[in-house]
């Protein structure tokens, strides 16, 4: 099995954060809440980046267009735990459908500018449609989910056992599907379109279903993040966020779900340490993005990775 | 809704197209050329505003300005061509993270050495004021615009069309590897039209400063328009940029008076449109 490295680091790392997180004070423990649900974006765009070879750069939409459905429905509408997942899922998956018909007739680097333009789409209404999205202003006080457990998740502590349990859910989900036929499939269509189309495999299936799948588990990791930030703004749909999940994936190793996962780790981490040192963070980050492409291409864990 | 309205709303409408020609026109070309996705335009163009205004401060010449911050941010673009952007030939997910670390550095960049306010390039008096026309009042400075647009895309156009240079960069965008075998130095027609594309977009920058203003966010907020503009014209095409411009222009415009709510759903569902119809946009080939 070529991803096994990555299973095991994968597997260290969620086990070693779950261990020693109880000791932890509070802000080491947001971040790691941070890292759990940003590594399930990474997780999903991997499906289309690594997987099926289509680099998405508006992959935030679905994750905003969920996380603006919890945000309203909490805020507005008091709805439970349940609903906000069960609507934010749906919405963030109808989205993906109706830009994957578009998304997927389009091959290469057009693949890339539609969905950027489509992504521009969810950040225009997100930051003009102010009667339901309050604009620049974000919406504020989404509560923490509550009523449906034992115990409290508004503490840091139970929070990201919660969150946590989601990323490995995603991972494990994500896991089986790429080890299934239709996973396998997707890594064919990545290697050779035209061979797999003579097979007899439609193609266009195949991407359009990854497509909404991804863009599915996106607004998975979405819903979490508008519990864990209490607040969701136009930044959560920009196109620096779709960008920044493509470095995630990159730094990682496209191909090996926990790769990326651990590169949204890595950059959350990043972020939140230089950030307390300088203002001028933009200006690592876009060193960042330039040393990752120049230095490890195929991201930190694809270095390690055996040659195909 | 009046007559005066409409006419107005598409003057506007053009207006902001010729300014939009400017910075898609270069972005196109580079495509064309290059196959790079070049995240970084956006900020060309706010870089290139910046420079403007303080050659404008210094100078008191809007001409100056004009051309200092044109040719500044030509050479940043031949900088980051040849040094980066060279290696990375046929990569576009490599492009892609590379021209953004590009871009949030400039932006971080700008912010430092400009700080957060919004500042307006100051025009020359030729240029203030009002046309008035059969009682409908057109802005001086929106007229110079679109006279300025026509000047470049014709020059564009013939540079291209007749003469050797631009016959070795239509070469180069249909078959980049068969322009080479025939002699063509394709990496030095990629860096001049590499250059040419942040001269144009820099150029868009320093007009745009006298009726967007300068101010930081402008260069993530104008780059979708010049995706939009290339994907509708058609990667790579002259004529494409040019029918693009206007009608994203035009659409940009009417969407945000008429349903200023739904702003860029009245940009972008035409473009999901014309992409469904023709996938390669309006000019593009396959």
């Known amino acids: 099995m070529r991803n096994r490295r990555a299973v095991v680091v994968g597997v260290t790392v969620a086990a070693g954060a779950a261990v020693v997180a109880p000791f932890l004070s509070a802000y080491p423990l947001t971040l790691l809440t941070q890292a759990a649900i940003v590594g399930i974006l990474a997780m999903s765009l991997d499906l289309l980046l690594g997987y099926t070879g289509l680099p998405s750069l508006g992959h935030a939409a679905y994750f905003g267009v969920a996380a603006y459905a919890v945000g309203i429905l909490s805020t507005e509408y008091r709805s439970g735990f349940f609903t906000c997942l069960l609507v934010g899922l749906t919405l963030a998956t109808l989205t993906a459908a109706v830009f994957g018909l578009l998304a997927i007739r389009a091959t290469g680097t057009y693949f890339l500018m539609i969905t950027l333009a489509l992504g521009m789409v969810v950040w225009g209404l997100a930051f003009r449609w102010v009667s339901m999205t309050k604009g620049d202003n974000g919406i504020a006080g989404v509560p923490r989910p509550e009523g449906f457990l034992p115990w409290s998740l508004g503490a840091p502590l139970p929070f990201f056992y919660f969150t946590l349990l989601a990323a490995l859910v995603a991972w494990t989900l994500l896991g089986l599907l790429v080890r299934s036929p239709f996973g396998l499939g997707l890594m064919g269509i990545r290697e050779s379109e035209s061979r797999m189309r003579a097979l007899g495999y439609n193609v266009w299936l195949h991407k359009y279903l990854a497509f909404v799948i991804a863009g599915g588990f996106a607004g998975f990791a979405g819903v979490f993040w508008a519990y864990y930030n209490g607040f969701v703004s136009p930044v959560d749909v920009q196109l620096v966020t779709s960008v920044e999940t493509l470095l995630m994936v990159a730094l990682g190793g496209p191909g090996t779900l926990a790769g990326p996962a651990l590169g949204a780790a890595v950059i959350v981490f990043l972020k939140n340490f230089v950030s307390v040192y300088t203002k001028r963070w933009l200006l690592i980050l876009g060193a960042v993005y330039i040393g990752v492409i120049l230095f490890a291409p195929r991201g930190v864990l694809g270095a390690f990775r055996r040659e195909r | ?286």
């Open chain 2, 1 to 286: 809704m009046t007559a005066e309205f409409w006419i107005t709303q598409t003057f506007n409408g053009l207006s902001y197209g010729a300014l939009l020609f400017l910075l898609a026109s270069g972005l196109s070309l580079i495509f064309g050329v290059m196959r790079i996705v070049n995240l970084a335009h956006g900020s060309y163009f706010l870089l290139g505003g910046y420079v403007g205004l303080s050659v404008a401060w210094r100078t008191r010449s809007f001409v100056a300005a004009l051309l200092a911050g044109a040719l500044a941010i030509a050479l940043i673009g031949v900088g980051m061509e040849r040094l980066f952007l060279r290696r990375l030939s046929g990569q576009t997910l490599g492009q892609v993270l590379l021209t953004i670390g590009f871009a949030l550095i400039f932006q971080d960049l700008a912010l430092l050495l400009w700080g957060g306010d919004p500042y307006s390039l100051p025009v020359p008096p030729a240029l203030q004021g009002v046309l008035t026309v059969g009682g409908l009042r057109f802005p001086r400075y929106r007229l110079f615009i679109m006279a300025l647009a026509v000047l470049v895309g014709a020059s564009l156009w013939l540079a291209l069309d007749r003469t050797r240079v631009g016959a070795m960069i239509r070469a180069a965008v249909d078959d980049a590897e068969m322009a080479q075998g025939v002699g063509i130095r394709v990496p030095t027609v990629s860096m001049g039209v590499f250059a040419l594309g942040a001269f144009l977009a820099a150029l868009g920058g320093v007009i745009g400063g006298g009726f967007l203003g300068v101010y930081p966010g402008l260069d993530f907020e104008i780059l979708p328009y010049a995706f939009v503009v290339v994907i509708v014209g058609g990667l790579g095409s002259l004529p494409g940029a040019m029918v693009g411009s206007l009608l994203v222009g035009l659409l940009d415009n009417f969407g945000k008076a008429l349903f200023p709510e739904l702003a860029y759903f009245t940009l972008f569902a035409p473009m999901a449109l014309i992409l469904a119809l023709r996938p390669t946009g309006l000019f593009g080939r396959t």
